[in-house]
């Protein structure tokens, strides 16, 4: 497989290539060339989550790693999630069924391809006896599950930029009381787009990445997504759907990273009817789909903080689709969102986005209210972000279609939201009771590319 950049530089690229390099230096974002075509059918006859993952994985990778090699990274990477079955399923009624995709040690789903991405770095790495720093902006749950992967790494040290009072105490926790030498949480006085604007620009310095020797895990990585298209086919493969009906997927969605892992699965064979992008305030997606026009406004704090993103980076990888592939559109799309903050597709771009995504905000008063009756009626508790993916399918799915909601997070990360919401304290989660006891350690910074390199220059892994 080889990969390009939506705005064009470079082409001919390898998996291994795109890993490193994270973001394209023209600012785009790698692309595979082509989606590899999979035979549903042959995947059922998988036996496990490994297997499955190693099937859909390996073309996107290729020779750059051999098939037995892959297979070993694959199945050590899930060897640490609490579930035998990395992935449990709750149904709530008959054609809604909820995803738990939180089984991994960070209880989140950016677990999922965290847990192989870094022992993928490593595998290169060692081969190579290199040390890498990773650089990652976080709106919460990417941090904690990127430190968790990169801790006992003898090659890797990881720079986290998370945003100031935009986080729950739990993520923060989660990040701040690991204190491994190798791993420097850094608070940001801004947003997460801030934090991820001082990812993009270190990441295009060339001479300081090179010198420092940096990558990016953030979910502009195409890895990211890759690893998480798998987790679409295993869902309807376990809960033998026959596709006599429509199949939903709605995804809580903040950077359009998770959802368009969906898309590649679709793109790859995988007949879902609808991708339903949930978004709360923070609705860019929702507008765009509604109106054709993709503009950015101010970020709104949420009780789904890890949604509270003005800029959907992602998105230009659908862009890049709804431009018939040219780099040259996409790039003139992107530079006029960079100047006035807005772009325009014509109809029939957003006819062929409206194909396969449909869209739905949901308020915060909502999110609360459906906590508090999925749990007096299930007995079951979901946290914010999950809330917002049931809602959204609801709203939009008739009685004739297969629903299924991932659930992106425990509930015990957003404890504060939740608890209010059921009017109950929630029971402590056993791997995390002696978490709040730990005393924090992270930097603090304005919101400065230079203090961040500052850092990174006096401890970069060399
Ligand atoms: C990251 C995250 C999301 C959003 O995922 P994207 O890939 O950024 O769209 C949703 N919910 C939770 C809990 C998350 O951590």
């Not at 073309?59 to 297979?71: A, M, S, V």
């Not at 689709?321 to 100047?339: G, H, P, R």
Request: net charge neutral; with cysteine.
């Amino acid at each position: 497989m080889k990969y390009l950049s939506t705005r064009g530089a470079g082409n001919d690229l390898t998996f291994k290539n795109i890993l490193f390099a994270g973001l394209a230096s023209d600012g785009g974002l790698y692309v595979p060339e082509k989606w590899p075509v999979i035979d549903f059918n042959k995947l059922k006859s998988l036996n496990s989550y490994s297997d499955l993952a190693l099937e859909i994985i390996y073309p996107f990778i290729n020779n750059d790693i051999g098939k037995e090699e892959l297979k070993k990274l694959i199945n050590n990477a899930y060897a640490d999630f609490s579930k035998k079955d990395i992935i449990t399923f709750k149904m709530l009624k008959q054609k809604e069924t909820v995803v738990e995709l939180f089984n991994g040690p960070t209880l989140a789903f950016k677990d999922f391809a965290m847990q192989l991405i870094v022992p993928i770095f490593d595998y290169y790495l060692s081969k190579e006896n290199k040390k890498l720093n990773l650089i990652v902006a976080t709106s919460g749950d990417t941090g904690s599950a990127a430190i968790s992967a990169v801790q006992a790494s003898p090659n890797i040290n990881i720079f986290c930029l998370f945003p100031k009072g935009r986080i729950s105490k739990f993520q923060r926790k989660q990040m701040s009381t690991l204190y491994g030498k190798n791993i420097f949480p850094i608070e940001i006085d801004g947003t997460f787009d801030d934090c991820q604007n001082i990812v993009k620009t270190i990441l295009i310095d060339k001479v300081f990445s090179e010198e420092f020797y940096i990558a990016a895990v953030n979910s502009i990585n195409w890895s990211r997504v890759m690893i998480q298209i798998v987790y679409y086919f295993h869902t309807l493969i376990v809960n033998n759907v026959t596709f006599d009906e429509p199949i939903n997927f709605s995804v809580p969605t903040g950077n359009f990273g998770d959802i368009y892992a969906g898309y590649v699965a679709y793109k790859m064979g995988l007949p879902i009817n609808k991708l339903i992008i949930a978004t709360n305030e923070n609705d860019i997606l929702d507008r765009f789909l509604k109106t054709g026009v993709y503009s950015i406004g101010e970020v709104t704090k949420t009780t789904s903080p890890s949604m509270d993103i003005a800029i959907a980076s992602n998105f230009e990888r659908l862009l890049f689709d709804l431009c018939n592939k040219s780099t040259s559109e996409t790039s003139a799309k992107m530079i006029e969102l960079d100047e006035a903050k807005r772009f325009s597709l014509n109809n029939s771009q957003v006819n062929k986005a409206k194909n396969i995504f449909d869209s739905k905000k949901v308020s915060q008063e909502e999110v609360s209210k459906l906590i508090q009756e999925t749990y007096n009626k299930f007995n079951y508790i979901i946290d914010p972000h999950t809330a917002i993916g049931l809602s959204a399918s609801r709203s939009i799915n008739d009685s004739l279609s297969n629903n299924f909601i991932l659930s992106t997070a425990h509930p015990i990360k957003f404890s504060e939201t939740v608890e209010k919401a059921i009017g109950r304290s929630m029971d402590e989660h056993e791997e995390y009771a002696d978490m709040f006891k730990k005393e924090e350690k992270f930097y603090s910074l304005d919101n400065s590319t230079n203090k961040v390199k500052e850092i990174i220059k006096s401890n970069y892994n060399r």
